[in-house]
């Protein structure tokens, strides 16, 4: 199956298909760099990596969809390959390119809406936490309650039949 991690001899998980060069080129090649960038301070490179990950999370993301409906495309994994490379290239400077031209103006324009949006989605799931942390606590404290009041009718059963059982042996001694 492409894509996928297998085991082989040894416990060695072995990487197959479009995913090893992408895990490689795509995330760790350039994490390595955004790393060394961090570390150096070097604000040039510091804003190239950031742009390229801009442009990673935005292809992860569409890629999701793409997959889904693409994927019998002939030669539609090695053109992904080749467009994570493009991205990567100094030569080409895909992922600054791609920023500059497209997602750093479309971010400006809308940024207002994708702010109260955030905004909103983060206050929404705070309230359904909360609803649904409360409705847990109750469905616990409820199960508790029963749980406790069967012990508490098994004991007495229990005590019943140890209690009669003491003085039935009592009275034939």
């Not at 309230?127 to 069967?150: E, I, P, W």
Request: net charge positive; with cysteine; charged share 20%.
């Amino acid at each position: 199956m492409q894509g996928t991690a297998e085991e082989e001899g040894g416990g060695t998980a072995v990487i197959r298909g479009e995913k090893g060069p992408r895990l490689i080129f795509g995330t760790l090649y350039p994490a390595y760099y955004s790393y060394k960038a961090v570390k150096s301070k070097d604000i040039k490179e510091y804003v190239k990596w950031m742009m390229y990950w801009i442009i990673f999370a935005l292809f992860t993301t569409a890629e999701t969809f793409t997959d889904i409906f693409l994927c019998w495309f002939p030669f539609y994994y090695e053109l992904k390959i080749a467009f994570v490379a493009w991205l990567l290239s100094p030569y080409t400077k895909g992922s600054s390119l791609l920023y500059r031209k497209f997602v750093h103006p479309t971010l400006s324009s809308k940024e207002k809406e994708i702010d109260d949006c955030l905004i909103q989605a983060k206050d929404r799931s705070y309230d359904a936490l909360v609803h649904f942390g409360k409705r847990g606590l109750n469905v616990a404290a409820t199960a508790a309650v029963m749980a406790a009041s069967k012990v508490k009718v098994q004991v007495r059963v229990v005590t019943h039949s140890i209690l009669s059982a003491a003085i039935a042996s009592s009275s034939q001694v």
